[in-house]
């Protein structure tokens, strides 16, 4: 059984009031029968962290443990900050910061090493969707991002197509289904225990529309943008993930 994961990516944004809406969710959701991750901007996580059931993690990390590297942040010191989880390759990273597979991949083994859960993301653009290309790209993804060493208990795969982040596009279910079940035949084929790998679907989901992706087979969950920002939009669809 893979428990389900509500995760919230604030990417840019919150300052110490933002610290509010932790507790506000730790309030809500003292026993949650899914696992609830809240990944704030690194300047609030040791303050984010220590609220109840709600887990912190961090939405980047350096592929090395320290040295000079001025600005970056070792999976390490999210580790010690109180993170458990990290996200590498989101595609704000793959397109801001030119990511690519190799690093990606060479990130989330820093986060293994560190303990950390790493949080992998995945997704084809519009043009990749458009010209027919998606599954292909993913496959590409797959194969360089995601580490030997990957297993289910230190591997989530987030499937976020990157047209969907933002925008208030959504794939149909129909699409996301056919991608969820394309990831999970090939985390199977390659991985001893591919079939106990989370994997997450992320773009656009929001309260209204969060039961119907929920009920999508292979989804276990959303990696969340805008609507992680505040309690009231995140509570329900932490919510319809318990109910689904
Ligand atoms: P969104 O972002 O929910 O705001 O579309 C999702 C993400 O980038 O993880």
Redesign the pocket.
Known sequence: MRRKLAAG?WKMNGTTDSLGVVAELADTHPDPSVDVLICPPATLLARAAGHGAIAVGGQDCHAATSGAHTGDISADMLKDAGATYVITG?SERRTDHGETDAEIAAKSQAAYEAGLIAVICIGETLDEREGGTTLTVIDTQLAGSIPETATAANTVIAY?PVW???TGKVPTTGQIAEVHAHIRSRLSERFVDGDGMRILY????KASNAAEIFAVPEVDGA?????SLKAADFSPIISALENA
């Open positions: 990516n989101h976020e969907a982040i933002g992320g773009g656009s989901v990696l969340v943008g805008g609507a």
